[in-house]
């Protein structure tokens, strides 16, 4: 089985961008919406979900 890297590559792209960001984000804020430990393993082990669901319900309004 061969992989088609032109359909792979731009999404993992994407995921890497996503995840970079929203673990820059949460730990710049000084609060989250819960733990921050536990938003950084969601951020991290939530693959594509996992960045989205902390911009989503994880930051606070500041």
Known sequence: M???WALVAPILVLQ???MV???VSCLRHEETNG?????I?????VNMIG??????IGRKNQ
């Open 2 to 4: 061969e992989i088609n």
């Open 51 to 56: 960045p989205i669901l902390y911009f989503v």
């Open 35 to 39: 733990p921050k430990w536990l938003w």
């Open 21 to 23: 960001s929203a673990l």
């Open 16 to 18: 890497i961008i996503l």
């Open 41 to 45: 393993l969601i951020i991290l082990f």
